[in-house]
């Protein structure tokens, strides 16, 4: 994750059961990406959607490189 508010962001996003809720039962990944920026920028964090696109997929990435 390159951003440091997407970093921010994210840790409140764990210590937030409303907002984990919220995010939790978005159908489709670029719904996903558009509500965090959202829901970021409504907190004053500052990121874009090519930030979260690429947090996805590093995390993709970590995932699959540990059962190869």
Known sequence: MSSPDLEQF???VLLD?????KLRNIGSTPEFIQRVVEAGASRGFEFSADDV???IRAGHRVWL????
């Open 10 to 12: 994210c840790s409140e």
């Open 17 to 21: 059961p409303y907002l984990q809720e």
């Open 65 to 68: 490189e540990r059962w190869i």
């Open 53 to 55: 696109g690429e947090a």
